[in-house]
Every structure is written in structure tokens, then in C-alpha cells.
């Protein structure tokens, strides 16, 4: 639940700020709510569809290839998690910027109001088709009841749209900056969590026999079987940082080398904005 409720939250702010540059930016054109609303609707229909197809994808792969299929989604998931942390640490003003001057042609005339039904469109696709490849990774870790799943993710759009809504108003006080920080934490121990999981099921595939032996078991102290009060917070840790009461070598390699892989694409792609701050 925790898990769907940051995912859904951290794309629903994206999405909503997204919007709100727009409508900022096109302040006092005749129609701009109407064409964002078309955006809108469009890009949830499509996110919707690529849900759909993931499902009949999903029914293809019963039996024997499930467990190929999950470790499948899983470590395309954790590729868009870092994709989405490292892209989004590097280009998220540049994409304001872009956002602002395509409002400003609009509000000039130089473009139609269907450019920004499109660039709303395209944003609210991206996020959804990723909102819905990262829940189909959470339940693919497995432990997480679809209604967990539902409640969480209604829980993230609510409290993303509100969060949204306030930032555009001007009456949240917290830099957007800082949100995406804290998230971006976060993400990165869940595309970890999946990283590891993935092992699990290319193990029990049979694609990986190496360092299946377990390195400890803490499962006397906190188990993960969601049994009783401490084993359902050992599930919940399993679904939101990848917890693991009894890891084997295989999956703890997967963990670290997630973690330090986004790390450093991270600082990589940061470092040349620093230095153009300092300079």
C-alpha cells in the first residue's frame, strides 16, 4: 500500500506541475481549461489502454514463464526508476523552461490551443504508463493485496492532486525541489527492493545458480511473512525498501549495485549543473 501510495503520489506531482506551468503560462487565453482537460482525459485513456494490454501481456505468460515474465517487469521497472531519477535530477528545470515557452507561444498565438491539449496529453501518458509499470513491479514483489494496491494508489492521487493544487495556488511553502528529493530516496530503495526480487524468480527459473546460499535470517526478530503485527511490518518493509529476512548473496548484490548505480548516474548527471551554478 505505502509503496503504491509514493508512487502514485510522486507521479501525480509531476503530472500536476506539468499542469500548472501550463495554465500559468497561458494565463487569460479564451479556452486554455478546456484544451488542458482534453489533455488530460486523453493521456489517462492511454495510460488505461498501455494497463490493458499489460494485463493480457500478464494472462500470456501463465504457467511455467510466470516467473521469467515477473523478473521481466521487475527489472524493467527498476530500469524506469532509474531512468526516472536520474532524468529527472538533470533536465527538470530544463523541462520547465520548455513547458513555459510552448505556454508563451500559445498565449502569442504562434501556437494552437491543441498544442496544449497535446503537451498536457503526453505528460499525463508518460506518467500513467509509468504509474502502471511500476504497481505491476509491486505486484509482481507479491504480499501486496489489490486492495492495498487500490487504497494506496487512490490515497497517493489524492494527497499528489492536493499537493499540486497548493503549489500552483502559491500556498505550499516547501520547494517542489525538496519533495523530489525525499521521493527520490525512496524510489530508489523501492527499484532496489525489485532488483532483488528479480533474482528470486531467475532463481527459481533456474536462470541463476550462483550465491544462492543464505547470508543470515533475522526472520526470529522480524519476519516478512506478514504474519501477526511484526511480520506485517516486515511485509510492508519487503514491498516499500526490499527487506528481506533471510537475503542470499545473489540478491544482496542486486540491492547494493542498484543503490550505487542510480547514486552515481545521479551525481554524474549533476555534476556539470553544479559546477554551471558555481561558476
Not at 523552461?97 to 505528460?123: D, F, M, N, P, Y
Not at 499528489?160 to 521521493?183: I, R
Not at 504474519?227 to 548473496?249: C, E, I, S
Request: hydrophobic residues 55%; glycine residues 14%.
Amino acid at each position: 500500500m505505502i509503496a503504491a501510495l509514493i508512487i502514485v503520489f510522486r507521479e501525480m506531482i509531476e503530472a500536476g506541475l506539468i499542469v500548472g506551468i501550463v495554465l500559468a503560462a497561458t494565463t487569460g487565453v479564451p479556452g486554455r481549461e478546456r484544451a488542458v482537460v482534453m489533455g488530460i482525459l486523453a493521456g489517462v485513456l492511454g495510460a488505461c489502454l498501455v494497463a490493458a494490454f499489460a494485463g493480457e501481456l500478464a494472462g500470456l505468460f501463465q504457467g511455467s514463464g510466470q516467473e521469467i515474465f515477473n523478473a521481466t517487469i521487475l527489472l524493467l521497472a527498476v530500469a524506469m526508476l532509474t531512468w526516472h531519477n536520474v532524468w529527472m535530477a538533470s533536465h527538470g528545470r530544463e523541462m520547465a523552461r520548455e513547458l513555459k515557452a510552448a505556454g508563451h507561444q500559445v498565449k502569442t498565438g504562434e501556437r494552437t490551443l491543441a498544442a496544449l491539449s497535446i503537451v498536457v496529453g503526453v505528460a499525463v501518458l508518460r506518467e500513467g504508463s509509468e504509474v502502471v509499470l511500476f504497481l505491476y513491479g509491486i505486484a509482481a514483489q507479491g504480499g501486496t493485496s489489490a486492495a492495498g494496491m487500490i487504497a494506496g494508489g487512490g490515497l497517493g492521487l489524492a494527497a499528489g492532486a492536493l499537493v499540486s493544487a497548493l503549489m500552483y495556488a502559491g500556498l505550499l511553502k516547501v520547494p517542489a525541489g525538496k519533495l523530489f528529493q525525499v521521493t527520490s530516496g525512496l524510489i530508489t530503495l523501492l527499484a532496489a527492493g525489485m532488483a532483488a526480487q528479480a533474482v528470486i524468480f531467475l532463481q527459481n527459473a533456474g536462470w541463476l545458480e550462483f550465491f544462492t546460499n543464505t547470508v543470515w535470517d533475522t526472520s526470529w526478530l522480524l519476519p516478512d511473512d506478514g504474519q501477526g503485527t511484526v511480520g506485517m511490518f516486515g511485509k510492508m518493509l519487503h514491498t516499500l525498501v526490499g527487506y528481506t529476512a533471510a537475503p542470499n548473496g545473489a540478491q544482496l548484490i542486486a540491492y547494493g549495485v542498484t543503490i550505487a548505480l542510480i547514486l552515481v548516474l545521479m551525481r554524474l548527471v549533476n555534476a556539470p549543473a553544479t559546477k554551471a551554478r558555481h561558476a
